[in-house]
């Protein structure tokens, strides 16, 4: 692997995005909008019940990224016996904001919209389209923009009153584990994460801090639901420093999450099916399902 950062993020990605697509066992709307589906994918050993990962790709919340990229992972927890609900949701737009050279990052409300009421029909769509999956043993996980997704699903409960994605009660769920999410967005603003991606995904700086307050996971604790996050070292993409400073939010709150640091790992290799972290990541998917 090169030594040079950029050069070992670039080799990490190449061979994230090297495995082709897996095509679903099934595929559901959530809603009438193209992005609004969610894919399922039966357990390959062909159990009758096993657990249910319901899975959110990253891509910085940008339109070009969509769940393909994550298919060969999805497959690979599905090969590990896991019964896996692949969520797509609205991004940003493809063309670059005035001035910008990046794709614009996220819809306000749209991805947040999409992401509630995703969680919310899935226990009826996976009734219908993966009767493998034990609903009563579901975990969240998610990849960068989507671990953040991911964090900020488990934590409806904890949004202020009067926020149409609140949920009376915490979500159902066995655990989160969030994949080098994007987990603390003062820290991820401060180091310019994926280009200004949180900005943009808020709307701007005029509304950074109210649309903060309804979607930052750092701000929404204590969650009470078990959490493990999953963060490599060398990952220049989402620095651990992010991750670090949502744990120490969560210790403030009172709350303590599972930090499962991978040495001389970047950003990538934790959804590369080649790679040997992406096997922790399932062993820790494991930990909260079975």
């Not at 923009?145 to 409960?157: D, K, Q, T």
């Not at 709350?255 to 950003?267: A, K, M, Q, R």
Request: with cysteine.
């Amino acid at each position: 692997m090169p030594d040079d950062p950029a050069a070992r993020d670039a080799a990490e990605e190449a061979s994230a995005f090297s495995h082709p697509a897996v095509a679903p066992d099934a595929s559901a709307a959530y809603g009438a909008h193209p992005d609004q589906v969610v894919d399922f994918y039966a357990p390959r050993d062909g159990r009758a019940s096993a657990p249910l990962v319901v899975a959110l790709h990253g891509g910085a919340w940008r339109a070009p990224y969509d769940r393909q990229h994550l298919t060969p992972f999805v497959d690979f927890l599905a090969r590990r016996g896991f019964a896996v609900a692949s969520v797509e949701y609205r991004r940003g737009s493809d063309i670059p904001r005035q001035g910008g050279t990046a794709p614009v990052a996220g819809r306000w409300p749209e991805t947040f919209d999409d992401v509630a009421a995703a969680l919310d029909a899935l226990p009826g769509l996976a009734a219908a389209h993966l009767p493998q999956a034990d609903p009563r043993r579901t975990v969240l996980t998610g990849h960068s923009a989507g671990g953040h997704l991911a964090l900020w699903a488990a934590a409806r409960h904890v949004l202020p009153a009067g926020s149409p994605w609140r949920l009376p009660a915490p979500p159902a769920l066995r655990g989160v584990v969030a994949l080098a999410p994007i987990a603390h967005f003062t820290r991820a603003v401060e180091l310019d994460v994926c280009g200004g991606a949180v900005t943009e995904l808020l709307g701007g700086d005029a509304d950074l801090a109210a649309r903060a307050a309804l979607s930052d996971p750092a701000v929404l604790l204590p969650t009470g639901i078990a959490t493990t996050l999953v963060q490599g070292r060398t990952d220049i993409v989402v620095p651990p420093a992010v991750v670090e400073a949502y744990a120490a939010a969560a210790a403030e709150a009172g709350e303590t999450v599972g930090c499962t640091f991978l040495e001389d790992v970047g950003h990538f290799p934790l959804i590369d099916p080649a790679a040997d972290a992406c096997a922790v990541v399932a062993e820790e998917i494991a930990q909260l399902a079975f």
